[in-house]
């Protein structure tokens, strides 16, 4: 099996173990840590056909970690949340939007590495991708932030009250559209500050096949 893969699972595993032992509210972990519950399985059934770069390996532990710690306390009494909330005097735990900026930030890295490795978007003629890939991964992340809050909302529905530490809005009313500003921006993000360093992870990965 890849190290890398290994490592993975031996540094999120006990971070995973630690949430799930007394968590604020059970159905709320349920909710937010779903996704890692379902995406990491998905990494290690297509790590053959499609291994993912070490930088987007990466990415994708730190949101898992991200997930995990607020499937535990629950987005709006996260201690970081808490803490900064102290420090720079806001009104509410921010810590919902960092997840939202990672919800926009890895999804970016992991839509790019999927259209520059299967697609012709991959070679515009100068040996640098389509100007368009930008443009579409900036698309995908946005509908992928606003299925997201579809979602909450439907679980808000069929959960009543349950949902409510879900959806973590803490009387904002605000809430779903700076979620997913806070996605764009991670998007927008991704693709400015580590656009060449994904390049060359995923040209190491290539060597490697």
């Given amino acids: 099996m890849d190290r890398r893969l290994v490592w ?4 999120l595993t006990p971070v995973l173990a630690w949430s799930w032992v007394n968590p604020h ?3 709320t972990w349920w909710l937010e840590v ?3 519950l379902v995406g990491v399985p998905l990494i290690f059934v297509v790590r053959k056909r499609f291994p993912l770069s070490s930088l987007l390996l990466v990415l994708v532990w730190l949101h898992c970690v991200i997930l995990i710690v607020g499937g535990h306390y629950t987005y709006a009494e996260v201690p970081l949340g808490e803490w900064a909330r102290e420090w720079f005097g806001w009104t509410r ?3 919902d939007k960092l997840g939202h900026f990672a919800q926009g930030l890895v999804p970016a890295i992991l839509t790019r590495e999927i259209l520059l490795r ?3 978007l991959r070679d515009r003629g100068d040996g640098r991708p389509s100007r368009w890939a930008g443009f579409l991964v900036v698309s995908v992340c946005l509908a992928f932030s606003a299925l997201y809050e579809v979602i909450e909302w439907w679980t808000a529905v ?8 879900f959806l ?4 904002y009313v605000w809430d779903t559209q700076s979620d997913m500003a806070w996605a764009l921006g991670g ?4 693709l400015v500050t580590l656009g060449r360093v994904h390049d060359r992870a995923m040209a190491r990965e290539s060597r490697k096949g």
């Fill in 8 to 11: 993975f699972i031996a540094l």
């Fill in 25 to 27: 509210d059970r159905l």
């Fill in 34 to 36: 779903a996704p890692v």
């Fill in 93 to 95: 735990n921010n810590y």
């Fill in 118 to 120: 299967t697609s012709p």
């Fill in 158 to 165: 069929l959960s009543g009250e349950a949902a409510e530490a």
């Fill in 168 to 171: 973590g809005t803490q009387g």
């Fill in 187 to 190: 998007a927008i993000v991704a």
